[in-house]
């Protein structure tokens, strides 16, 4: 599909506006994440396209290094919206809680 | 093409759907609507796995199939109102085909044909690599039912500059800015008499999760290429050039062996295109224990690309000596076959079994994998560790 569809486009915009994931899929918000700073951002930047647990999913595989790519990709490939200030606090969260710890 | 309703219906099912939810080592077993529970890896877009009791049979039940989306807008398609586009430059005569056209105006033909993810196994890479951590169920075999894409692409009256054939299905992004999810096959792989636009798995109209209505089959190809709720075919005389060809679903050029798709190809890399050579020991899980002198039997599933399964050898001194395991009947060059192998239960023990296919044009599983940076192309030669006791 070319475009997305108006409907589609208002939810993703109000999930934008809303700094909360949706559409979800049944059982997602059953997904927690780790109680820290930067928590509250990283849900609802990553939230608005994908399931929180793209992050636990890759825990065991990522670093500081691999989020930055990572992130990087999600703004620059796929166009999220992410501010350059949030990006950082996503970056920062998730090298901390969500990474192999350093050898 | 698509009501505001029936995209909001879509939406909603998935809302409001209660998932069934239950545990399975650390993996979470869950049902989406019509599917029996699989291995969820993400809801959303949902990637599914299917666990190895549900792959023991010939053919992948079609509520147990593995379930791969990478974008979350999938609308749920109404068979009546879809409508398959054909054209592109490289095309005289535009068609617009609903599924009755499909079905009334072009033969009917079935394969029996592998559905595996490039990603099969990615979880199972060392080391370990970012992307879908899918361990062994990203793949299933299945019967695909539909019509030849040659015989479409003919009465598109396609001429001589055709190059790539570029396939768009009904699921999107959620964000304008982030690329949809369209493939292109060389022109040569289009027009193979086993490529099919299909309309049914397993003698069932397609499943939802699967693709409903209608899919791209490419037997041999990786699933990336399968592309679901099939709504747009463009015949084009230069490469596509959208992320999820030019950028995604890529390996290092002349790494590993296949198809070459040359239209795509850079000195640097080129598209995953044909599955290797590969084989899974269904009967046992890893750990599973045997009883003393009781007869065990090993079996499981060896296929390739479609050129067929020769052998599958099975050592039990860590790959000092190989002996062939009996093979059964053939369901078709691009379908799974079974292999088995008497287990012996004499002494008590550990028993270390590995197993490699074979093909008929000579390709065996290594037993070093090719690292790449996506952890496409898995197929190490299997192990599993019982213990007779």
């Known amino acids: ?103 | 093409m698509l009501t505001r309703r029936e995209l909001l219906a879509g939406t909603l099912t998935a809302l409001l759907l209660p998932a069934q939810r239950a545990q399975c080592g650390g993996d979470e077993l869950l049902a989406l609507p019509g599917k029996r529970p699989l291995i969820k890896r993400t809801f959303r877009p949902p990637n599914y796995e299917t666990p190895l009791a549900d792959l023991r049979r010939p053919i992948t039940p079609n509520d147990a199939f593995f379930v791969r989306y990478h974008l979350a807008n999938i609308p749920t398609v109404d068979p009546l109102q879809w409508r398959l586009r054909v054209g592109g430059a490289s095309s005289h005569q535009a068609l617009e085909l609903s599924l009755a056209d499909l079905k009334r105006h072009y033969e009917r033909v079935t394969v029996a044909a592998i559905n595996q993810c490039a990603g099969n196994r990615r979880g199972l890479f060392t080391p370990r690599v970012p992307g879908v951590q899918w361990t062994n169920g990203a793949m299933g075999n299945a019967l695909w039912a539909g019509v030849r894409l040659r015989d479409v692409l003919r009465a598109a009256n396609i001429d001589g500059s055709a190059l790539e054939v570029v396939f768009d299905g009904a699921d999107a992004a959620l964000l304008p800015a982030t690329p949809d999810f369209v493939k292109s096959l060389p022109i040569d792989r289009a027009l193979d008499e086993n490529t099919l636009i299909a309309f049914e798995m397993n003698g069932q109209p397609l499943p939802h999760w699967n693709g409903a209505p209608a899919r791209l089959v490419v037997p041999g190809w990786a699933g990336t290429y399968w592309v679901k709720h099939l709504t747009d075919i463009r015949v084009e005389a230069k490469a596509y050039d959208g992320f999820w060809m030019k950028t995604a679903y890529r390996i290092p050029t002349g790494a590993f062996p296949g198809a070459r798709f040359t239209s795509q190809e850079t000195a640097e890399t080129t598209p995953v295109t044909e599955i290797l050579v590969n084989s899974l020991i269904t009967s046992h899980e890893n750990g599973a224990r045997l009883a003393r002198n009781r007869s065990a039997e090993l079996s499981g599933w060896a296929w390739d690309a479609g050129v067929g399964i020769a052998a599958v050898e099975i050592s039990t001194d860590a790959g000092q000596n190989w002996r062939p395991a009996t093979l059964e009947r053939e369901q078709g060059r691009f379908a799974w076959r079974g292999f088995r192998w008497r287990l012996d239960t004499h002494k008590v023990g550990p028993v270390s079994i590995l197993a490699r296919a074979v093909s008929r044009s000579g390709a065996r599983q290594p037993d070093r994998l090719t690292p790449n940076p996506s952890g496409y192309h898995h197929n190490l030669v299997q192990s599993v560790s019982l213990e007779v006791a």
Not at chain 1, 6 to 19: D, G, N, R, Y
Not at chain 1, 63 to 79: C, L, P, Q, T, Y
């Open chain 1, 1 to 103: 599909m070319k475009r997305l569809h108006p409907a589609l486009a208002a939810v993703a915009m109000l999930a934008l506006a809303c700094s909360a994931p949706r559409p979800a899929a049944a059982g997602e918000e059953t997904i927690g994440l780790t109680d820290a700073p930067g928590r509250e951002i990283t849900v609802a930047s990553c939230g608005v396209c994908h399931s929180l647990d793209y992050l636990p999913m890759n825990a065991a595989v990522m670093n500081h290094a691999g989020w930055e790519k990572s992130i990087h990709k999600m703004v620059d490939r796929f166009g999220a919206p992410i501010s350059a200030e949030n990006v950082q606090v996503i970056l920062d969260y998730l090298s901390l809680h969500y990474s192999v710890p350093p050898p």
